[in-house]
């Protein structure tokens, strides 16, 4: 038996190469591009950032697009973005993590090319027992000693097989958990520093949700989803086949045994093309139609409100199980049938792979060549026949990961653009100004300010406009729904108005970096938020850097008029205290813990006026912006809340107002304590002045004050 020396490509040299080649990020300010694109049918070579490709192959010819996570089709279109993603966002991914651990991902990439030659070894190791075995007996000198020296080497051969193996393993591990850890922190960071406005696009929705999609590929537990590290398999993949075909070569090589050659390749390779092109539906993305996909997001909603704890008690209060049951099963009832139409879709590949199997039959017809025209041995036949098997095998192996793999380009575009999203508050470095300190508190003048919630017709806020001086106090009133908390969270810059101007201390407030300006004022939404978590925490949180430090968690809660809710806690500061529908976690070894205590409504926003007073006292603070912060409270808790807030906005020395305090209130005997009440009514401020001003003149305030008495 003749045998060809083995050749392999050296991939990861070229891979290298890539990485030295490759093009770096597109520009950080991408969503100037971000606008809906043209569809994909038209030049996508035109586009040229990873979010644009990212987005173009989402879009479906009949202006819809995939819901996030669905299946990209394989199209040349789709193949076009894929090359586009590759060459801006993959290259320098994998450069990144090559330069995590250099040594270890270079030589986890040689040992996967290594290991994967290993079938073919193994083949070839079993041939020449077989053969030796042949020749010792048909020879007549058969010998157990001879038997047992081949088995030995071949145990050799197996262990030291195994031994590389788990090496690799375990290289691989420390290789694949740093990748995962940096995915997991890019994850992270891009939640935490995007705001409001750019989480409440629908579209960087659903980009996040499919860079979650590729951050937990990394995790093993995606869903059929190969992380990129996966794309070494291919690489293994490849090498393997390579080695078998060279085997098969060795054995048919002869100038007489082309034709057997080809015919082997042929009836090997030619059944899984059939399977892969001639079936168009069979690959077709797992997509549902928008009916299907809002079936999906119900059914979901539904499962969330049968399991989340919070909803609890105006389930049984309103009797809605019935409801809730119904409503999940006709909407589970759409998604199975949905499922059910795309296995039937794929069943047919089956009737195909059965003309696959007839196929592989003719891999026979050369064996019987080769048996008839020349000398081979049993040993050769054995491995002409696995080698053939593992092409097989290989080759399917191959289509199936290239499949996932295209699919995670899409999802590592989605990766690699939400890293570069801008904050939508974010002004542009060059427009940035510094806050700058006010001794005397905020000035802010508002001038025909608008805002609509995004997805709604009606504005919110119509065409306010306001004064507030250094140092004023300033109460918002109105009835339900007239845009105070809109306001409010406009003046916090949580949100972006749309039209109009807003100066404080005289600089226009989308020129300041928000993370600036919320470093110069406090406060208390109206939905403020409840932690999970010790009592010290939900206070401390209101200033991180002094959360250590018990003398100011202390004061804060003093002057939140909470020290008795503390007091009466059985572990005091250190109480974690429990949020409707949050269930702590707890792990393997550890016992849930027994501290956890509720608290009322009240005792919650002192809680938060506390956490708002951490940083009260602070001189850079400038403003103090109260949503209802004493809905809950009694009335002499909220007349001691007040004073406090009074007492905070002065010089403690000189008894100067230090800072500017807005309140939203629908208590009118609070509102009068105010310098200034603007009253709000259908989105706009209708009347502004004093107390006395807007009683005098008999609008809508003196009316709900009237109303109020
Ligand atoms: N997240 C949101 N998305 C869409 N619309 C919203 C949202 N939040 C508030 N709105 C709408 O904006 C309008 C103003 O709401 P806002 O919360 O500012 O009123 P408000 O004066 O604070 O009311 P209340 O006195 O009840 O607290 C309302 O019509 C409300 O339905």
């Not at 928000?514 to 932690?531: M, W």
Request: net charge neutral.
């Amino acid at each position: 038996m003749r045998m060809s020396t083995l050749h392999h490509s050296s991939t990861w040299s070229s891979m290298l190469h890539l990485f030295k080649t490759g093009r770096l990020w597109f520009p950080d300010d991408f969503y100037a591009t971000s606008e809906p694109l043209a569809p994909s049918e038209k030049a996508p070579a035109s586009l040229q950032s990873t979010y644009d490709a990212w987005f173009t192959s989402r879009l479906l010819p009949r202006g819809e697009t995939l819901v996030p996570g669905a299946h990209r089709r394989v199209s040349l279109t789709n193949l076009k973005l894929a090359f586009i993603i590759i060459r801006t966002c993959a290259v320098e991914f994998f450069a990144h993590i090559l330069s995590l651990h250099p040594i270890r991902t270079t030589l986890m990439l040689s040992l996967n090319v290594v290991r994967s030659l290993f079938p073919a070894f193994r083949g070839y190791s079993q041939a020449l027992i077989i053969d030796e075995l042949q020749c010792l007996i048909t020879s007549g000198n058969f010998t157990w000693s001879r038997l047992l020296n081949l088995v030995a080497t071949e145990l050799v051969r197996r262990i030291f097989e195994s031994l590389l193996d788990s090496f690799a393993a375990s290289n691989e591990t420390v290789v694949v958990d740093s990748a995962k850890f940096y995915v997991e922190y890019v994850q992270m960071e891009q939640r935490v520093r995007l705001d409001i406005p750019t989480l409440s696009d629908p579209v960087v929705r659903d980009l996040l949700h499919e860079s979650d999609l590729f951050a937990r590929s990394f995790s093993g537990s995606g869903f059929g989803l190969l992380s990129p590290l996966d794309f070494i398999h291919i690489i293994s993949l490849v090498t393997e086949i390579f080695s078998h075909l060279l085997l098969i070569f060795s054995l048919t090589g002869g100038a007489t045994h082309y034709g057997v050659l080809l015919l082997s390749i042929f009836s090997a390779t030619v059944p899984l093309f059939v399977t892969w092109f001639g079936c168009p539906d069979a690959h077709s993305e797992t997509l549902y139609s928008p009916r299907e996909a809002r079936a999906a997001d119900r059914q979901e909603k539904m499962r969330n409100l049968a399991y989340n704890e919070a909803h609890r008690p105006e389930i049984e209060l309103f009797g809605l199980g019935d409801w809730i049951l119904k409503t999940w099963a006709s909407a589970r009832k759409v998604v199975l049938d949905s499922d059910q139409n795309q296995q039937l879709r794929e069943s047919s590949i089956i009737s195909k792979l059965n003309f696959a199997d007839f196929l592989f039959a003719l891999q026979n017809i050369p064996l019987v060549l080769l048996l008839q025209t020349s000398s081979a041995s049993l040993g050769s036949l054995t491995l002409y026949r696995s080698s053939i098997q593992s092409v097989i095998l290989a080759s399917r192996n191959l289509l199936a990961t290239s499949r996932m793999v295209f699919q995670g380009i899409f999802f590592m575009s989605a990766f690699c653009a939400g890293k570069n999203l801008k904050p939508k508050l974010q002004p542009r470095a060059e427009d940035v100004v510094p806050y700058q300190t006010s001794v005397s508190g905020a000035t802010i003048k508002a001038h025909g300010l608008s805002y609509t919630y995004p997805g709604c017709s009606e504005p919110a806020l119509k065409d306010v406009s306001f004064t507030l001086q250094s140092g004023e106090t300033l109460a918002i009133v109105g009835y339900n729904g007239s845009g105070k908390s809109t306001l409010a969270k406009v003046l916090l810059r949580i949100i972006d108005h749309d039209s109009g101007e807003l100066c404080v201390n005289g600089v226009d407030i989308r020129r300041y970096d928000p993370y600036d300006y919320h470093q110069h004022l406090t406060g208390v939404f109206q939905g403020f938020s409840k932690f999970n978590t010790t009592v010290r925490e939900n206070v401390g949180l209101g200033r991180v850097e002094k959360m250590r430090s018990r003398a100011a968690i202390e004061s804060a809660i003093h002057l939140a008029e909470a020290d008795s809710v503390v007091n009466s806690l059985p572990y005091g500061l250190r109480q974690i205290l429990e949020t409707p529908g949050f269930e702590s976690m707890s792990y393997a070894g550890c016992t849930a813990s027994p501290r956890q205590h509720g608290l009322s409504g009240g005792e919650w926003q002192r809680l938060s006026i506390a956490r708002a007073f951490m940083r009260a006292n602070e001189l850079q603070v400038d403003l103090l912006l109260f949503d209802e912060p004493t809905s809950s409270l009694d009335a002499q808790a909220q007349k001691q809340i007040f004073d406090t807030i009074e007492r905070i906005s002065r010089s403690p020395t000189t008894g100067d107002r230090t800072k500017s305090v807005i309140f939203i209130t629908h208590r009118l005997s609070t509102a009068r304590r105010a310098d200034k009440v603007a009253m709000m009514e259908n989105g706009t401020i209708s009347e502004f002045g004093t107390h006395a001003e807007l009683l005098a003149m008999g609008g809508g305030y003196a009316a709900l004050y009237r109303a109020s008495e």
